[in-house]
């Protein structure tokens, strides 16, 4: 089992910056392949960013790339999404998301675990 908590949501400007964290529970947060994914109102919920269980590989969704990083640190079992040039756009609920496989997965499922989501509102 993996509780997953996000925090680092906000208010920003478009223009400006936000760090979200997730937080895991346990001992085997090496194990898993993270994401992050997010839902507008009446929107589906839609891939971010995805890391591998080492950290050393990354994949984005093309309109936040070059925008936002992913990474984390299993010292800390905590995985990190930097946001920077916001857009009115980014503005959505964000949760991370934990999957026992290798790949890096860039739909809701497989991923088993899910935060409860942190809201980020960007202003024009």
């Known amino acids: 089992q993996v509780q997953l908590v996000e925090s680092g949501g906000g208010l920003a400007q478009a223009g400006g910056s936000l760090r979200l964290s997730c937080v895991a529970s346990?001992?085997?947060?090496?194990?898993?392949?993270m994401g992050w994914f997010r839902q507008a109102p009446g929107k589906e919920r839609e891939f971010v960013a995805a890391?591998?269980?080492?950290?050393?590989?990354?994949t984005y969704e093309d309109s936040v790339k070059g925008r936002f990083t992913v990474s984390r640190d299993n010292a800390k079992n905590t995985v990190y999404l930097q946001m920077s040039s916001l857009r009115p756009e980014d503005t959505a609920v964000y949760y991370c998301?934990?999957?026992?496989?290798?790949?890096?997965?860039?739909?809701?499922?497989?991923?088993?675990?899910w935060g409860q989501g942190t809201q980020v509102t960007v202003s024009s």
């Open positions: 346990g001992r085997t947060f090496s194990s898993y392949v």
């Open positions: 890391v591998s269980r080492s950290g050393g590989m990354t």
């Open positions: 998301a934990a999957h026992g496989g290798v790949l890096l997965i860039t739909t809701p499922p497989p991923y088993t675990y």
